[in-house]
């Protein structure tokens, strides 16, 4: 389930990113869409590795997922 959920946030970043590569003029909520949809995919891994018993690259990954949110929620204002 984990990793269906990863494939979906990774395919919504991808679209939102080449959405964002094509056009003229990109509205910021593209970007913001975009990284919130790799912050969810980040936070969808580091779960996946918790699960695993993989603690310290689950961390790593929930860190990661928290910066993304930072920068998302930073390009809003």
Same mark, same amino acid.
């Given at each position: 389930m984990?990793?269906k @959920?990863r494939?979906?946030f990774?395919? !919504?970043?991808?679209s939102f990113?080449?959405? $964002? &590569? @094509?056009s003229e003029?990109?509205p910021? !909520?593209?970007?913001?869409?975009?990284f919130l $949809? &790799?912050?969810?995919m980040?936070?969808?891994?580091?779960?996946?590795e918790?699960?695993?018993?993989?603690?310290p690259a689950?961390?790593?990954y929930?860190?990661t997922?928290?910066?993304?949110?930072?920068?998302?929620t930073y390009?809003?204002?």
């Open positions: 984990l990793f @959920f494939v979906l990774s395919l !919504i970043a991808i990113a080449l959405y $964002a &590569l @094509f003029q990109t910021d !909520i593209i970007y913001t869409c975009m $949809a &790799l912050s969810m980040m936070h969808m891994m580091g779960l996946s918790i699960k695993a018993n993989r603690k689950g961390w790593l929930f860190s997922a928290v910066f993304l949110g930072f920068v998302m390009s809003l204002f």
